[in-house]
């Protein structure tokens, strides 16, 4: 039975989610945020990977890029309420095999699951007005240079997420484990490219890019 981690930061719907998919598949694992999907995708190494793409710590944007650096091949299902184009092409570009629209997931999740390991890729039919996919056909690789903050490096995404989330010098410093000095070298650095100033601005950027909600 192919194994598969769920990660939703939002609980009633982590259940729903696990009720759903426990019918065919067997549950390896759970996590309420991005960084916690990566640390259980390594150490559980899912054939599936279920995540919404607004999670707290780290985006599912950016786990999926971390868990497939470190080298997982699970395929990678977005369950979400974003449904923009930018979003979508900016989860498949990333390396999704399917975007499942939440509102309709008991419909449409399953059978996502069954076509990502056939190796076919899924988009939920209510954003094919937007985004103009098929459902059953591969994406365009089209790369949204602006979504998810295309152009910083993987550290500078995770320390402008934390610092838009309101976490401390010294927050963000404990969760990266890295120095404050070190942090404080990343927003700068982060401040500098994107023409900012203050921490009220970055947090601007990173709701209009997706890296937050």
Same mark, same amino acid.
């Given at each position: ?7 939703d930061?939002?609980? &009633?719907? !982590?259940? =729903?989610?696990? @009720? *759903?998919?426990? %019918?065919? $598949? ?68 990333a ?13 449409? &999740?399953? !059978?996502? =699951?069954?076509? @990502? *390991?056939?190796? %076919?890729? $899924?988009?939920?039919p ?20 602006a ?62 890019h997706?890296?937050?909600?």
């Open positions: 039975m192919h194994r598969i981690l769920i990660a930061d939002h609980v &009633l719907v !982590l259940e =729903a989610l696990c @009720a *759903l998919l426990e %019918r065919e $598949y067997r549950i390896a694992g759970t996590a309420k945020n991005g960084r916690e999907a990566v640390a259980k995708a390594i150490e559980l190494k899912p054939d599936i990977i279920v995540m919404d793409v607004s999670m707290p710590e780290l985006n599912g944007i950016e786990a999926m890029r971390q868990i497939q650096q470190a080298g997982s091949r699970a395929k990678v299902i977005f369950v979400t309420q974003q449904l923009e184009s930018e979003y979508i092409r900016a989860a498949f570009d390396g999704a095999m399917g975007y499942v629209a939440k509102q309709s997931a008991s419909a449409e &999740l399953l !059978l996502a =699951a069954r076509m @990502a *390991l056939e190796g %076919r890729y $899924y988009v939920t209510l954003a094919h007005p937007k985004a103009g996919f098929e459902g059953s056909a591969r994406v365009s690789r089209t790369n949204p240079a979504m998810f903050g295309a152009g910083l490096t993987a550290r500078q995404r995770e320390v402008l997420q934390l610092v838009a989330e309101g976490k401390t010098t010294k927050e963000v410093a404990k969760r990266l484990k890295i120095s404050p000095k070190t942090v404080e070298f990343h927003r700068n650095a982060i401040m500098d490219q994107l023409g900012v100033r203050t921490t009220a601005e970055l947090t601007r950027y990173a709701m209009a997706g890296i937050i909600s």
